[in-house]
């Protein structure tokens, strides 16, 4: 009889402990915060009201373990992750649109973007025991338009964190989407070009929702996911909570119905979105807001300031934002400006089924900044940087200072990191060939490292020399994506911008086709976002710089022997098939253009 009652109670206490292990998981999603009544409680609460029951059960409770700490003794054969640098992790928006016949806007090819596209040579000969370990290794070349000497040296980014021994923090993610009337046109055309017969094509709006779903199939039972809605205001429809308390087949059935409605107010959106934070432990997490937009505000957000502002000052208190581009009108020129704050990064969808195959091999690289306030230093009367090729923050360099501000972890194949490089052009100032490159930057933890190598930048007279196939392959592509832009300033120029002409000598196309940073003393005059296509166009000019680009490209990808570059290749191929002409008037060809 004893040993009944002991069976008895050792299988109730087992049943209780099962009963722990499996919370009871909610379908906390508010089918009514986007109603007239809710939007009007929502005034009367004020600001607090709104977020009162944010967390709810299971918010965060305890601490997290640091990210996985560096290295561990040294193995053979032992698998490193890279690092690449914040900003564009992808150019589907460029290539979208010259697939579906349209201009692309500049900022939708950038170098960073392009260089996260290839796995690069870094050049590290030593093993890299430290977070960050830069490695180096130089070029001369002659432009192939000019004849001009150029000298490059490239930033190979490394880490000495081990694949198998990387481990995100736990996340809080906040999802930020925008249903605005916008995302239901079709993703493959342009929304105010109007209607224009029906199309096949999925609506924004669909292509977004299925992309959150394939996002958040990553999160793990200890992060914690909350949702806003935005149009022309916000609504917060489901509150921060913990996975492992959150029925996430339900959440991604109300995602999925999603419909679009009204006009679109960034600032509210993301405002809303950064509530959700103010009642959750944040020390010791990641906490990222995604932001899924087809970056065409009409509300509020013509000053840039609002939201640029905002996403600024939630970075300072460890709150950074990932945009997510959805449609081939996706207004990358925007986003590309809030891609320079730290620990901001973009990317583009495709398609959703391409979206869901990329999440499923850096879902958790894409959240996970790893070095801040990257800075490297040139020491030399020998040279100064002219250029930075595969940086956001590009613009901040001088004469002897380059300045990232975030690194991100990257997939390595090998000796190469997806990414891994960062290119100066060098300008030759004096005789000094001896260079010492002194880099810091901080962990997130905000611990500050250093590290100096002197590297010879001593050439031989040879007219072309490489160090690796690592630097031969940075510079051809950052000679490629120098052209499209300066290509893409011009085409846009004869189409629905407004410019204005300053009074320069001619300069023949030749010459300024690789202009660097592509620039022109044609300034556009945009009164608004909402703006229509451009149809693709190319001029004899351009048509004929293009093919003799080709020649040259296939040149220097049959020595590298790197099937990765065909992809640059077809666009190429794309702009070749024939000049395009453009609807209207306004037609112009370019190759002996004034500017």
């Given at each position: 009889m004893k040993k009944s009652i002991v069976w008895i109670i050792l299988f109730s206490l087992l049943l209780m402990e099962i009963s722990a292990k499996e919370?009871?998981?909610?379908?906390?999603?508010?089918?009514?915060?986007?109603?007239?009544?809710?939007?009007?409680?929502?005034?009367?609460?004020?600001?607090?009201?709104?977020?009162?029951?944010?967390?709810?059960?299971?918010?965060?409770?305890?601490?997290?373990?640091?990210?996985a700490a560096m290295p561990a003794p040294s193995r053979m054969m032992v698998k490193k992750i890279g690092l690449a640098v914040g900003g564009a992790k992808d150019t589907d928006n460029f290539i979208e649109n010259i697939?579906?016949?349209?201009?692309?806007?500049?900022?939708?090819?950038?170098?960073?973007?392009?260089?996260?596209?290839?796995?690069?040579?870094?050049?590290?000969?030593?093993?890299?025991?430290?977070?960050?370990c830069p490695s180096y290794t130089k070029a001369v070349k002659k432009d192939i338009y000019t004849g001009e000497k150029h000298y490059y040296l490239s930033v190979g980014l490394n880490s000495g964190i081990e694949e198998g021994d990387f481990k995100r923090k736990k996340l809080?993610?906040?999802?930020?989407?925008?249903?605005?009337?916008?995302?239901?046109?079709?993703?493959?055309?342009?929304?105010?070009?109007?209607?224009?017969?029906?199309?096949?094509?999925?609506?924004?709006?669909?292509?977004?929702?299925?992309?959150?779903?394939?996002m958040i199939d990553h999160l793990k039972g200890k992060d914690s996911l909350g949702v806003v809605l935005f149009d022309n205001d916000a609504y917060p429809v489901k509150p921060l909570r913990k996975v492992k308390y959150t029925d996430m087949k339900a959440i991604k059935k109300h995602i999925l119905a999603l419909q679009d409605r009204g006009g679109t107010n960034w600032s509210a959106g993301y405002k809303e979105g950064l509530k959700y934070f103010d009642k959750v432990k944040k020390k010791g997490y990641e906490n990222r807001i995604i932001f899924i937009t087809d970056a065409m505000p009409n509300t509020g957000e013509l000053k840039k300031e609002r939201l640029f502002g905002m996403t600024k000052e939630a970075s300072k208190k460890g709150i950074h934002t990932t945009f997510i581009g959805v449609g081939v009108d996706f207004n990358a020129n925007l986003v590309e400006y809030v891609s320079k704050i730290r620990g901001a990064n973009y990317y583009s969808v495709h398609s959703s089924k391409a979206?869901?195959?990329?999440?499923?091999?850096?879902?958790?690289?894409?959240?996970?900044?790893?070095?801040?306030?990257?800075?490297?230093?040139?020491?030399?009367?020998?040279?100064?940087?002219?250029?930075?090729?595969?940086?956001?923050?590009?613009?901040?360099?001088?004469?002897?200072?380059?300045?990232?501000n975030t690194l991100f972890p990257s997939a390595s194949e090998g000796k190469r990191n997806k990414g891994g490089v960062i290119l100066l052009r060098l300008k030759k100032t004096g005789k000094s060939e001896n260079v010492k490159l002194s880099v810091s930057y901080k962990d997130t933890k905000g611990k500050t490292y250093r590290n100096v190598q002197k590297v010879d930048l001593k050439f031989s007279k040879e007219e072309e020399q490489y160090d690796n196939k690592g630097i031969q392959k940075a510079i051809l592509l950052s000679e490629y994506v120098t052209l499209m832009k300066n290509w893409i300033i011009d085409a846009r120029a004869g189409c629905n911008d407004e410019v204005s002409y300053?009074?320069?000598?001619?300069?023949?196309?030749?010459?300024?086709?690789?202009?660097?940073?592509?620039?022109?003393?044609?300034?556009?005059?945009?009164?608004?976002?909402?703006?229509?296509?451009?149809?693709?166009?190319?001029?004899?000019?351009y048509g004929q710089l293009f093919?003799?680009?080709?020649?040259?490209?296939?040149?220097?990808?049959?020595?590298?022997?790197?099937?990765?570059?065909?992809?640059?290749?077809?666009?190429l191929d794309i702009l070749l098939k024939g000049q395009i002409s453009v609807e209207g008037s306004e037609q112009v060809d370019d190759w002996n253009s004034y500017f």
């Open positions: 919370p009871e998981k909610i379908d906390d999603w508010d089918n009514n915060a986007t109603s007239a009544e809710a939007k009007l409680a929502k005034s009367h609460h004020g600001k607090n009201g709104a977020n009162a029951n944010m967390v709810g059960l299971g918010g965060n409770i305890s601490p997290v373990a640091p990210m697939k579906r016949g349209y201009v692309p806007k500049i900022d939708s090819i950038t170098y960073e973007g392009t260089y996260y596209q290839h796995y690069f040579d870094t050049g590290l000969q030593k093993e890299c025991k430290s977070l960050f809080n993610l906040v999802v930020v989407l925008d249903i605005s009337g916008s995302m239901g046109s079709p993703f493959s055309r342009y929304y105010y070009d109007g209607k224009k017969g029906e199309s096949e094509s999925k609506s924004k709006m669909q292509v977004a929702n299925e992309s959150i779903v394939a979206f869901k195959k990329r999440m499923d091999k850096e879902f958790d690289y894409m959240v996970t900044p790893l070095v801040y306030d990257l800075e490297l230093k040139l020491s030399t009367r020998g040279y100064k940087i002219d250029a930075v090729y595969g940086s956001p923050q590009a613009n901040l360099a001088t004469g002897s200072i380059m300045k990232v300053l009074h320069e000598p001619p300069v023949q196309i030749m010459k300024r086709c690789m202009i660097y940073p592509p620039v022109r003393p044609v300034y556009p005059k945009i009164k608004t976002w909402e703006r229509k296509s451009c149809k693709l166009h190319v001029s004899a000019g093919a003799l680009f080709k020649r040259h490209y296939q040149h220097e990808m049959k020595q590298l022997g790197d099937t990765s570059l065909h992809q640059e290749l077809n666009i």
